[in-house]
């Protein structure tokens, strides 16, 4: 069957094959058939009603009945219901009666599997590294150079020891687990409830092993070098003390967890104290901590550090220090009353209204709309500059240019010292000039050249 015909005949039976069923059509020879009706075998066309359905090489058969075996380059139909199999490429065998063991043809005895190229029998031996050796697979181990026993034996260091079921290796030898414990390769008299400490033998109902040494008392714990009862003994900074179960370590004391809580290295009762960095205080109602102190939230607050009387409605002002937030402010920790309240503003230490006030570098003074700051003084719009900090006569129709009173209000601007109205004039290498009479070339020498 090629490929193109496979595909064409996919392809046409997407239209057709409803018709004619779902099958394959592929060539025999210069013949074309279809694959249900029969086979192909050596070129030649067998039906399949005609008693097979498969091929051995060119020959036609029964693969339901029969069986096909390549072996010594040739092609062999096998006998109804018997396996036949090839051993070492050149033997056909009746796998029945025969096995074969690394390509070498041998009877199959009942119980006998191959070991290497031999058969051997695995009810009386076993298969050890390629060497048949007495005692059966089921009942021996491969030990060493023999077997061993399992039901009498352990294999320990590749030697079959006495003991059987129960026992296990120590160093060369076995232990029964139930009566005897093996530490660091010698065996102690003590089983099941026994464990090794370093290399001797406790029992651990009665005794505990901790940093090596055997100590009194079953089923302790290991504080250091100390053995210790956990139901009421507690491991402290290193050291047994009393306590126990619901016991937590402060410092190097226990304490009952129940009531008490650890606040650095001292203890406290949780419903009547409160630990604030490190330090027990009284525990005040709706307790909070400011720094090392407890204070009521609802009476008091903690401004930067330090307990201050005021609850709802107060704010902190500096340290020490709070405010009613309705009636006062704060300007820089220091408590005022306010005036007003929107205007209100803070200068520096004092309070100002920013409405008739104004505050100039600290100090403020009582000021008009056509009042402004100079520096640390107030100075009039409209008959005074603020010429390099400095109160000059002028004006609103005035400019200060590098410390010089220059006629000019509102939109002139300074060429060095001089006032001028960019509208009409320009400044040109720090001179002003006519706009419309003159231009200002790109070089300092030529300055400001009359138009042509
Ligand atoms: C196979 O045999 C059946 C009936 O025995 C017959 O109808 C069919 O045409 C045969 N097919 C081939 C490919 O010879
Ligand atoms: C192949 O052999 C089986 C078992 O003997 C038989 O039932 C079946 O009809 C055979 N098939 C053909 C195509 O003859
Ligand atoms: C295969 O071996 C079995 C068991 O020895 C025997 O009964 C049978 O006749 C053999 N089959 C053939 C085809 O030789
Ligand atoms: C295999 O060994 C078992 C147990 O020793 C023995 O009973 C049996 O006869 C042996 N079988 C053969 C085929 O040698
Ligand atoms: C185990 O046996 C080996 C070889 O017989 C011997 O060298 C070794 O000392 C033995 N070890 C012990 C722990 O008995
Ligand atoms: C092991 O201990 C049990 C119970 O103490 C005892 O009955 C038994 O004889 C011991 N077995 C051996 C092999 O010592
Ligand atoms: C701890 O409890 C055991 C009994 O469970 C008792 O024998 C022992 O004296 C107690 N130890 C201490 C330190 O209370
Ligand atoms: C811990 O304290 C609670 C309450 O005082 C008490 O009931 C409990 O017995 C104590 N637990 C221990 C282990 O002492
Ligand atoms: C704050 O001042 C207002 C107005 O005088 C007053 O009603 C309020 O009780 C004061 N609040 C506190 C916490 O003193
Ligand atoms: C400023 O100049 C304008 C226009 O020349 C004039 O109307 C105004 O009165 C002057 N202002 C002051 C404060 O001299
Ligand atoms: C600029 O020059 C023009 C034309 O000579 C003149 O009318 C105008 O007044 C001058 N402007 C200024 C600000 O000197």
Redesign the pocket.
């Given at each position: 069957m090629t490929c193109t015909k496979q595909l064409l005949t996919l392809f046409l039976c997407a239209t057709f094959c409803i018709h004619h069923g779902w099958t394959w059509t592929a060539s025999c020879g210069s013949a074309t058939y279809e694959t249900n009706d029969a086979v192909c075998c050596g070129n030649t066309l067998y039906n399949r009603t005609s008693g097979g359905n498969g091929c051995c090489g060119t020959v036609f058969f029964n693969t339901s009945s029969h069986s096909c075996v390549h072996c010594g380059g040739k092609y062999h139909i096998t006998a109804p219901k018997y396996r036949f199999y090839c051993c070492g490429q050149t033997q056909l065998y009746n796998g029945t009666s025969h096995m074969c063991c690394g390509g070498i043809l041998k009877t199959n005895d009942r119980n006998h599997w191959c070991c290497g190229t031999q058969s051997y029998n695995f009810s009386s031996h076993s298969c050890c590294y390629g060497k048949i050796l007495s005692g059966g697979e089921y009942t021996h181990r491969c030990c060493g150079d023999g077997t061993s026993k399992d039901a009498t034996q352990t294999c320990c260091a590749n030697q079959a020891r006495p003991g059987g079921t129960g026992y296990r290796c120590c160093g060369n030898g076995t232990f029964l687990t139930t009566n005897e414990t093996c530490c660091k390769n010698q065996v102690f008299p003590g089983g099941n409830d026994h464990a090794c400490c370093e290399n001797q033998v406790y029992k651990r109902s009665t005794h505990s092993c901790c940093q090596d040494k055997i100590k009194t008392g079953g089923g302790f714990w290991c504080c250091g070098p100390d053995a210790y009862n956990p139901n009421n003994q507690s491991c402290c900074g290193g050291r047994v003390v009393r306590g126990g179960r619901s016991h937590a370590c402060c410092g190097s004391k226990a304490y009952n967890t129940t009531k008490q809580s650890c606040c650095g290295s001292q203890t406290y009762h949780k419903k009547k104290e409160i630990c604030c960095d490190g330090r027990v205080n009284d525990k005040p109602k709706r307790a909070e901590c400011c720094r090392t102190q407890a204070y009521n939230s609802k009476t008091h607050k903690c401004c930067s550090g330090t307990v201050t009387l005021g609850g709802k409605g107060m704010a902190c002002c500096g340290t020490g220090q709070t405010y009613n937030k309705t009636t006062h402010d704060c300007c820089y920790g220091v408590v005022l009353d306010s005036i007003g309240v929107d205007n209100y503003r803070c200068c520096y230490d004092k309070a100002y209204d920013s409405k008739t006030q104004k505050c100039c570098n600290g100090q403020v003074f009582r000021a008009g709309p056509d009042e402004a700051c100079c520096y640390y003084n107030l100075y009039n719009l409209?008959?005074q500059n603020c010429c390099d900090y400095k109160i000059t006569q002028g004006?609103?129709?005035y400019t200060c240019c590098r410390g010089k009173i220059q006629p000019g209000?509102t939109g002139y601007a300074c060429c060095e010292d001089q006032a001028y109205f960019p509208q009409t004039q320009g400044c040109c290498w720090r001179q002003v000039y006519n706009k419309t009479t003159h231009i200002c070339k790109g070089y300092p020498t030529y300055g400001a050249v009359k138009r042509d």
């Open positions: 409209d008959t004006g609103r129709n209000g």
